[in-house]
């Protein structure tokens, strides 16, 4: 239920309770008519009769007595002779006072059930007409063409760019906005022509909507905030007209900032997919268009927009005069991490082993929402110790919670698996340790996982990498397969826990062969086809772009780098069963094992176990 329809409800109660409260009051002065003239003559017998009140009509000699009694009691007789009542009340000694009966109010009778009628019915109409007026009512059906963009005035956005870390270049080239808006004239005297429309692309949970917010708290100017998907509607017109009435709204406030999130709902590429060119989407698509760079001018309207698919937009809307500048929002690095996670633990008590750098070197490929998360999955943990304080080990199980799953250490696994699991996870560890470009390790685990792993190796990168080469992925494909080799060197049988790690591994060749050109077979030519669907703004009819002779190369070459990948690693492993064996024992005793208990078991030499190379039955 909105605002409004509660106010509503509760206007509308108060006005039933006052009629009601005036409707009991004037049953308070319905006399008691079971009072008559012989009870009152005994009374005036007996005594029992302090005071009597006369109330003579103005022109009949008809009235009434108030009679008080001793006791207190209070009671009213109507008489057809008030002349006749005196004389008897004055011959038992009692002096009564005689005034005229209160007339009716002509007011009460005549005007005031008509003014209450008036009033009740002015309150409908304005509440009505409120309601009606409100930018956001969407029950109403005059209301299907309004905006729903929400308006934050200047003063009501706290937030900052200062607030915003971990996107410093970003935010210079935001700053440029924010100086706009703050001294336009600065700009126009030397004939300079500031963008009128600032497209953030970049992963979901980057910081897009967080700067569209700290640049329109920086220039402390109106903001209009609103989703793609809040333009179209079922009804034809409604999106187109909701655009026009968003920046007529805008005019009226400008300078100021309309954020458009997520604004691919809108603003996709016309003419493709199974729509037509004359949906709903697609006329306020056009109104958008007209309203950016049209006939009309929309001066100190700065248009911002948020997507994270900028590759299915319509090219008319990226060209520039509308969104005339592009900015990537990239994740963040080490440093941009370690500075993200020190806002999000301004507010959480942080014991003294905890350690933001190791952290941000740990979270490689993390956004700030990821961040974020992971510090407040670390507090609820703190919280579910009973401590006060998040220690380190609360921030490293919120990390294997939220990058692998939660733990499920009840779960009931046979001996046998569990050997399984150990040495297949004593594989992976093994690669990610020699070869250069994966490791190191940083946890090795048999313990299952929600994402229904049996265990699970995480390695520890030092360093943020801008781009794949041949060597990284070639590596990245024989630590995938090195759990199925340990599995077929130990127990001379394999089994189906490899399944994802062979996906990712045919994933990762393929992508090498098609899309990045590093086989020397098929050369330097780009077969990859686009995975988008139709219904996200690509043709219908997507014929591909090579032969059936070259697929069948491009087969041979993905079948030749998983071989090849998968002997090196073989070979590796098998250099080091020695360590296999000890890792997997390991594992066995503790089921969990950090990077210090790793690496010591390449430099401490243990006799192989008797029944390492058991077979399975």
């Given at each position: 239920?909105?605002?409004?329809?509660?106010?509503?409800?509760?206007?509308?109660?108060?006005?039933?309770?006052?009629?009601?409260?005036?409707?009991?009051?004037?049953?308070?002065?319905?006399?008691?008519?079971?009072?008559?003239?012989?009870?009152?003559?005994?009374?005036?017998?007996?005594?029992?009769?302090?005071?009597?009140?006369?109330?003579?009509?103005?022109?009949?000699?008809?009235?009434?007595?108030?009679?008080?009694?001793?006791?207190?009691?209070?009671?009213?007789?109507?008489?057809?002779d008030v002349t006749e009542m005196e004389t008897l009340v004055r011959s038992y000694g009692l002096d009564p006072t005689v005034e005229n009966v209160p007339e009716e109010s002509w007011f009460l009778n005549s005007v005031f059930p008509i003014l209450i009628v008036v009033v009740v019915c002015v309150f409908f109409f304005v509440m009505m007409n409120a309601q009606n007026a409100n930018a956001g009512g969407g029950g109403k059906m005059m209301n299907f063409g309004r905006s729903r963009a929400k308006l934050t005035m200047g003063g009501e956005n706290k937030i900052k760019l200062d607030g915003v870390a971990g996107l410093k270049e970003e935010k210079e080239e935001l700053q440029e906005i924010v100086e706009f808006l703050k001294d336009p004239g600065k700009f126009t005297k030397v004939g300079a022509r500031i963008p009128k429309g600032v497209l953030l692309e970049g992963a979901p949970g980057t910081g897009k909507t967080l700067l569209a917010k700290a640049i329109a708290g920086e220039a402390n100017v109106p903001f209009f905030s609103i989703s793609g998907s809040d333009f179209v509607e079922m009804f034809v017109g409604v999106g187109a007209s909701r655009v026009r009435d968003m920046f007529a709204e805008a005019k009226r406030h400008?300078?100021?900032?309309?954020?458009?999130?997520?604004?691919?709902?809108?603003?996709?590429?016309?003419?493709?997919?199974?729509?037509?060119?004359?949906?709903?989407?697609?006329?306020?698509?056009?109104?958008?268009?007209?309203?950016?760079?049209?006939?009309?001018?929309?001066e100190g309207i700065i248009v911002m927009a948020a997507t994270n698919r900028v590759d299915i937009l319509d090219p008319a809307i990226l060209r520039p005069g509308r969104f005339d500048r592009k900015i990537t929002v990239a994740p963040p690095d080490v440093r941009g991490r370690e500075d993200i996670l020190r806002v999000h633990a301004q507010n959480k008590p942080l014991g003294d082993d905890v350690d933001l750098s190791q952290i941000a070197q740990t979270t490689a490929g993390f956004t700030g929402a990821d961040l974020e998360n992971l510090l407040n999955e670390a507090a609820i943990n703190a919280a579910m110790d009973k401590r006060v304080f998040v220690k380190q080990d609360d921030i490293k199980r919120a990390f294997v919670k939220v990058g692998i799953g939660t733990e499920k250490k009840s779960r009931l696994i046979s001996d046998k698996e569990k050997k399984i699991?150990?040495?297949?996870?004593?594989?992976?560890?093994?690669?990610?340790?020699?070869?250069?470009?994966?490791?190191?390790?940083?946890?090795?685990?048999?313990?299952?996982?929600?994402?229904?792993?049996?265990?699970?190796?995480?390695?520890?990168?030092?360093?943020?990498?801008?781009?794949?080469?041949?060597?990284?992925?070639?590596?990245?494909?024989?630590?995938?397969?090195?759990?199925?080799?340990?599995?077929?060197?130990?127990?001379?049988?394999?089994?189906?826990?490899?399944?994802?790690?062979?996906?990712?591994?045919?994933?990762?060749a393929r992508r090498m062969v098609m899309r990045y050109g590093m086989s020397e077979n098929i050369g330097v030519i780009n077969y990859d086809d686009d995975d988008d669907e139709v219904f996200i703004g690509r043709d219908l009819a997507h014929a591909k772009g090579h032969s059936e002779a070259v697929s069948g190369e491009i087969d041979k070459e993905v079948k030749a780098i998983i071989d090849d990948c998968y002997q090196k690693a073989k070979e590796i492993i098998m250099k080091h069963e020695d360590v296999l064996h000890k890792c997997a024992n390991l594992l066995l005793e503790k089921e969990k094992i950090n990077r210090t208990e790793f690496e010591e078991l390449f430099d401490v030499k243990y006799p192989q176990p008797e029944d390492a190379t058991m077979t399975m039955q």
């Open positions: 239920m909105s605002r409004n329809s509660r106010s509503f409800y509760v206007y509308f109660i108060i006005i039933i309770g006052l009629l009601l409260f005036t409707v009991w009051i004037g049953t308070l002065k319905v006399p008691n008519n079971s009072y008559t003239k012989g009870e009152f003559v005994n009374q005036l017998e007996n005594n029992e009769v302090a005071i009597v009140n006369i109330c003579p009509n103005k022109d009949t000699p008809t009235g009434s007595l108030e009679v008080t009694l001793k006791s207190g009691q209070e009671c009213i007789l109507y008489v057809t400008a300078p100021c900032i309309i954020f458009i999130d997520e604004i691919d709902a809108v603003a996709r590429r016309r003419g493709t997919g199974m729509g037509g060119g004359h949906d709903e989407r697609e006329q306020t698509l056009n109104q958008l268009l007209v309203e950016m760079d049209g006939f009309g001018v929309n699991t150990a040495y297949h996870e004593a594989g992976h560890a093994i690669l990610f340790h020699v070869l250069p470009d994966v490791g190191p390790v940083y946890t090795v685990s048999i313990i299952p996982t929600g994402l229904g792993a049996a265990g699970y190796t995480m390695p520890l990168p030092e360093k943020d990498e801008m781009f794949l080469t041949k060597g990284k992925m070639i590596e990245d494909i024989m630590v995938s397969l090195g759990g199925r080799i340990a599995e077929e060197i130990i127990f001379d049988d394999i089994t189906t826990g490899a399944s994802s790690d062979i996906k990712k591994a045919t994933k990762v």
